[in-house]
Structure formats: structure tokens, C-alpha cells
């Protein structure tokens, strides 16, 4: 049997470079500011990626799609358009760093979603590791401690919709090639967005235009280096790397946003990770089929 020769400097540097595209794409949302509203922001960034997907359009015309097929994708369409205007809209609510933590908790709700709806079983120290989870986003949010922003609440309906759409995505991965799953994403949040883009329609300014593209320019590279990062070298050597997103998103926030660290954030974040990873590392050990999708796999 083939087996891959495994390059692990090579894949850590790999996620290193996908940490700082999906900061960048985080930042540049929060750049862009509020006159557009989030469901347009959303929709005009789906919109202009679809160019990065014209190679695979061939290969996605000859694909041949039951009605299921089109049934979970327009769901899975639905649903991650959702979270993509929350995400959207709390990127203008609370800091980057705040959004970044909290979109670590998405491979924790997909794992509790494939416990109800794929009957997949937790062992103990997975149980461990999503409530460490979850109590590190209550360090992040301290209710109680300070009046909470909608933008935390968008974040939260943002990992479950987003951690819905990828249960979707690992039925439909079993049946057919991944260029199709994700050329028809894009597709069918597109189309999703289009009738909430409308609702409240402002026309953007070319650099704002700009700015849009860049934001699916480097979600689009993003997803490509985190592929070449799992082709180098196992998850449990990328996995860890995640937390320099983290490190990016404080020293952008601090930098460009005039938004000063947050101790709770910094800790309640690490503390995901270390559950996440831990998740990871304990999946790749037993050597099972892994359902819950390393968490760039959850990525906008």
C-alpha cells in the first residue's frame, strides 16, 4: 500500500501560513466597517470567489447529483449562509480576537451534533475535552462579569450553523469529490445570501469592492495552504498551530484596531485549543474514522 512520505516542518509551516490568511480575511471584514449591511458584506464575498473556482467548474458540470444531493447541499447552503452573517455581523461588533477564540468552538459543537444526528459515541476524555472547551468560552464571555454584545450571541449561532453545514459536508464528501463539495458551497451560499443581500441593498464603492476580493482571495488561499499542510504532515502535528491565529488576531487587533489584549480572551482561547487538539490527538491515536473534521475544515 502507497504511503505518503511525511513532512512535518513543511506542514507546520504550511498551517502557519493558513493561520495568517483567515486573520487576514477576519481583519479585513472588520476593515471594511458598517456601511455595507452584513447579509451584502457576505453575499459580494461569496460572489466575487466564485472566480477562484472556475477551474473546477468543468469537473463540477459532469458531476451527476441525485435529488438528496440537492437537497443537503441546498440545506447545507442555507445553513452556512447563516453563519456567515453572523460572522459577518459580529466582525463589527467585538474585537478580532474575541471572534477568532470563539471560532475555535466549531469543531466542539460538530462533535456534539454528530453524537445527535450520526449516533457517533463520546468516550470520557473526549467528554473531558468539550466541557474544558466550553468553559473556556465562558472565560471568553464572562456573563455576569460585563454586559454582553450581539456580536457574541452571532458568533455562537455562527460555530452551530456552521458546525451543522459540515456534518452535511462529511455525508456528502462519502459520496462524491471534495472539488465538487466545495465548488457547490460557494454555489449555494451564494445564492442563499442573494434574497438578505437585496433586502437592504447599499452599492459599494470600488475599494470597498477591493477589499471584498481580497477577503476571498485570501479565504480561497487559506483553504489551499491548509490542504497542502494536511498533505505534508498528520493533523496532530498541523493541529497545535492553530493558536498562533490567536497570537495574529491579538497583534492585529492592537495594531490597526486600537483593541488592547484580553487576558481572559488569550486564556479562555487557549484553553479551546488544548481541547481541541487534545480531540485530535486522541482520534488520530484510536486510528477511527474520524467524523468531527479538523477544525480549518471549519473554516468561512
Known amino acids: 500500500m502507497f504511503q505518503a512520505v511525511q513532512r512535518p516542518l513543511e506542514g507546520i509551516l504550511w498551517m502557519v501560513v493558513t493561520g495568517v490568511c483567515f486573520v487576514m480575511v477576519t481583519a479585513l471584514v472588520k476593515a471594511l466597517g458598517t456601511r455595507i449591511p452584513p447579509a451584502e458584506s457576505a453575499f459580494l464575498r461569496y460572489l466575487l470567489g466564485l472566480v477562484f473556482l472556475i477551474p473546477v467548474w468543468r469537473v463540477l458540470a459532469a458531476a451527476r447529483l441525485t435529488r438528496r444531493h440537492w437537497a443537503l447541499f441546498s440545506i447545507r447552503g442555507l445553513m452556512h449562509g447563516l453563519g456567515v452573517i453572523c460572522w459577518f455581523f459580529a466582525m463589527t461588533r467585538i474585537p478580532i480576537a474575541e471572534v477568532t477564540a470563539m471560532n475555535y468552538l466549531n469543531p466542539v459543537f460538530v462533535s456534539l451534533l454528530a453524537v445527535a444526528f450520526l449516533g457517533e ?9 468539550i466541557v474544558a472547551a466550553l468553559l473556556g468560552a465562558l472565560i471568553i464571555l464572562r456573563p455576569g462579569m460585563r454586559v454582553l454584545d450581539p456580536g457574541h450571541f452571532a458568533m ?5 450553523s456552521f458546525a451543522g453545514g459540515y456534518l452535511l459536508a462529511k455525508i456528502l464528501s462519502d459520496e462524491l469529490p471534495a472539488s465538487v463539495v466545495v465548488a457547490m458551497l460557494s454555489a449555494t451560499v451564494t445564492l442563499a445570501l442573494l434574497p438578505f ?6 452599492w459599494p464603492s470600488w475599494g470597498e469592492i477591493g477589499i471584498l476580493f481580497a477577503v476571498a482571495f485570501f479565504a480561497t488561499a487559506g483553504h489551499y495552504t491548509m490542504t497542502r499542510a494536511f498533505a505534508a504532515a498528520p493533523v496532530t502535528v498541523t493541529q497545535p498551530v492553530i493558536f498562533l491565529q490567536l497570537v495574529w488576531s491579538v497583534l492585529i487587533g492592537a495594531a490597526f484596531f486600537g483593541e488592547p489584549p484580553d ?3 488569550i ?7 488544548a481541547a481541541v487538539v487534545f480531540m485530535t490527538w486522541r482520534e488520530a ?16
Open 197 to 202: 443581500a437585496l433586502l437592504n441593498w447599499v
Open 263 to 265: 487576558p481572559f480572551v
Open 156 to 160: 455562537m449561532v455562527t460555530a452551530l
Open 285 to 300: 491515536r484510536a486510528n477511527r474514522r474520524r467524523i468531527t473534521p479538523a477544525f480549518h475544515a471549519t473554516k468561512h
Open 121 to 129: 459515541r463520546m468516550k470520557a476524555p473526549r467528554i473531558l475535552a
Open 267 to 273: 486564556a479562555g482561547g487557549t484553553l479551546i485549543v
